[in-house]
């Protein structure tokens, strides 16, 4: 078959699409960057940051309010008592006028030691602090027979009494205290392996000889009878007595 003579030309470029050449031309050039978008909170964001904000202020107003339940600390010191019941013993009945009360605070040092074995193996001292009370009575129910006399004209009247009488020390725990302890080495094993649990009853008996001694060294019963005397005079005075004598008798 016969070609036309156009036939063995070379097509033409159409118009409007890019020839060879210009593609060659144009993979050689790097793309172009694209843009990265402006950066901004995320709106999801926004929600998480404002509901834990809500939380936080829901969770205050319900402690405060008292209705969250409040939660205990699992090691906390915890304390049980064990103790019996009370028993009572016996009732004693009393007719006594406490007159006057005296309050003193005594030091006792304590020290016990070994001859011939050096204080840190073998040395016990302790100062202790004890405050107490002693308090001055007069015993009404020892008044005698034939102990109030009245006179004729019935404006005088002597009363003898029994003379003041000390009571027991009253050794104030709450404000007795060891100040200082020291023990010696072989002291401090015995503890561990077994020590005396009634280790302070000598300080706390010492405490309270000596305290009783400056009860009866401070005029605390002549201090009882003043005041026992001024009561009686203005009791009986009011009763129309126009002189009271009351006077004391050594049981």
Same mark, same amino acid.
């Given at each position: ?6 036939? @063995? ?15 060659? *031309? ?25 509901? *834990? ?30 103790? +019996?019941?009370?028993?009572? !013993?016996?009732? +004693? ?9 005296? @309050? ?10 070994? +001859? ?19 308090? *001055? ?17 019935? !404006?005088?009247?002597?009363? #003898?009494?029994?003379?003041? +009488? ?8 709450? #404000? ?10 072989? @002291? ?38 003043? @005041?026992?005397? !001024? ?21």
């Amino acid at each position: 078959m016969a070609r036309d003579a156009d036939s @063995n030309e070379p097509t033409r470029e159409l118009s409007g699409h890019p020839t060879g050449d210009a593609i060659t *031309a144009r993979s050689d050039t790097p793309p172009e960057p694209t843009p990265a978008p402006a950066a901004r909170p995320t709106r999801g964001l926004l929600w998480v940051l404002g509901a *834990a904000a809500l939380a936080v202020v829901v969770l205050l107003g319900v402690q405060t309010s008292g209705l969250w339940p409040s939660f205990r600390n699992p090691f906390a010191e915890e304390r049980t008592d064990r103790s +019996q019941p009370t028993l009572l !013993k016996s009732i +004693q009945d009393l007719s006594r006028y406490v007159a006057a009360e005296g @309050n003193y605070q005594v030091v006792v040092d304590l020290q016990k030691d070994r +001859q011939y074995v050096p204080e840190f193996l073998l040395n016990e001292r302790t100062l202790f602090v004890g405050a107490g009370s002693v308090e *001055a009575y007069v015993d009404f129910a020892r008044i005698s027979d034939g102990a109030v006399v009245e006179s004729a004209d019935g !404006k005088s009247v002597e009363i #003898k009494l029994p003379a003041p +009488q000390l009571g027991e020390t009253n050794l104030d725990l709450e #404000k007795s205290y060891v100040f200082a302890e020291r023990r010696g080495l072989l @002291n401090r094993l015995g503890e561990v392996f077994g020590g005396d649990p009634n280790r302070q009853q000598e300080v706390y008996r010492l405490a309270e000889e000596r305290i009783t001694a400056a009860a009866r060294d401070s005029g605390l019963g002549a201090r009882a009878e003043d @005041n026992t005397r !001024k009561m009686l005079e203005g009791l009986l005075g009011s009763l129309g007595y126009e002189r009271v004598t009351v006077t004391y008798v050594t049981p």
